[in-house]
């Protein structure tokens, strides 16, 4: 399999819409895990995730790293 991984900061308004298109590209022919890892973003980036990941796509990952 394939591990994708994608960081994020305050990325709430397109998170979802990223995990689509890598989850639909035609180059992908395996199977994947995509990764999530959000680095203490201010906006609701983590909880966005962690709902729709949880309700839709059971094969994900979210963590949370907060970096100072």
């Known amino acids: 399999g394939i591990s994708i991984i994608i960081p994020c900061y305050n990325y709430e308004s397109l998170i979802i819409e990223k995990y689509h298109k890598l989850k639909k590209a035609d180059n992908i ?29 059971r094969g994900a990952s979210v963590k949370e790293i907060n970096m100072m």
Not at 29 to 56: A, C, H, M, P, V
């Open 29 to 57: 022919k395996e199977n994947i895990e995509i990764i999530f890892i959000d680095d203490g973003s201010t906006d609701n980036t983590y909880k966005k995730l962690k709902i729709f990941l949880q309700e839709k796509c």
